[in-house]
């Protein structure tokens, strides 16, 4: 099977008052339609690492490989473009633009990509639909529950299609129920799509549904 991400000797340190070494040597192989928890305490270096392969930020040393791209080398404008093009990215907090409806929180990455309207419209309203938050489109965040809102954020992440998904403690916010259709409904995505998910969490609920886990401990891969 074809791998997705490869990342060789990825450090992250930040320089503060107290120097921090959130990441340690990361040597890591994902192969394309795996669904990978990276699992760890708070503070073991999950979402750093997430937001490294998104290339929402830089390591310090090392190299990452994400479909074809080498990270390091992109400048800020074609990360952007590889962000919008090969990336869905689902934040704990959801991140949903308040001042728009549910709707147009989804559209928002088709509209910068430049999709044709009526294209957006089809995509938007067909994912909705298999979310089960169709009848909220016209809704703003704030009228919305968590779950639906959760929903909102997967539905803004797949709706363009992207190879790859990444999740930042999805399920932080929820209650059990909504944190277990959460994930049922990523894997069901990840197995009837064929999409790569790769989820930071310590969540047992999540760690029980991967194909893999990556335990992470002090910014080290343990196990």
């Keep these: 099977m074809t791998t997705i991400i490869?990342?060789?000797?990825?450090t992250k340190t930040y320089n503060g008052k107290i120097k921090?070494?959130?990441l340690a040597g990361i040597d890591?192989?994902?192969?394309?339609?795996?669904?990978?928890?990276?699992?760890g305490p708070s503070g073991s270096g999950k979402s750093t690492l997430l937001h490294l392969l998104g290339g929402l930020d830089t390591p310090t040393s090392g190299s990452i490989r994400v479909a074809g791209h080498d990270l390091t080398a992109l400048s800020k404008n074609r990360l952007s473009d590889f962000r919008l093009s090969t990336l869905g990215f689902i934040f704990q907090a959801y991140n949903?633009?308040?001042?728009?409806?549910?709707?147009?929180n989804v559209e928002f990455g088709l509209l910068l990509k430049g999709t044709e309207r009526g294209e957006i419209r089809e995509k938007v309203r067909k994912t909705l639909q298999e979310l089960g938050i169709e009848e909220f489109a016209h809704q703003r965040p704030s009228e919305l529950s968590g779950?639906?809102?959760?929903?909102?954020?997967?539905?803004r992440a797949i709706v363009g299609?992207?190879?790859?998904?990444?999740?930042?403690?999805?399920?932080?916010?929820l209650d059990s129920h909504n944190a277990g259709a959460l994930i049922d409904m990523m894997r069901k995505m990840n197995e009837g799509r064929g999409k790569t998910f790769v989820v930071s969490s310590h969540d047992p609920m999540v760690i029980?549904?991967?194909?893999?886990v990556v335990r992470l401990r002090d910014g080290k891969i343990v196990s």
């Design 147 to 155: 779950g639906q809102q959760q929903r909102g954020a997967i539905a």
């Design 28 to 39: 890591l192989e994902i192969r394309a339609a795996e669904f990978v928890v990276i699992a």
């Design 161 to 173: 299609d992207p190879e790859l998904i990444l999740a930042d403690e999805p399920t932080a916010n």
């Design 96 to 104: 949903l633009l308040p001042v728009l409806t549910l709707e147009e």
């Design 208 to 212: 029980a549904k991967a194909d893999r």
């Design 20 to 22: 921090v070494e959130a």
């Design 6 to 10: 490869t990342t060789k000797d990825v």
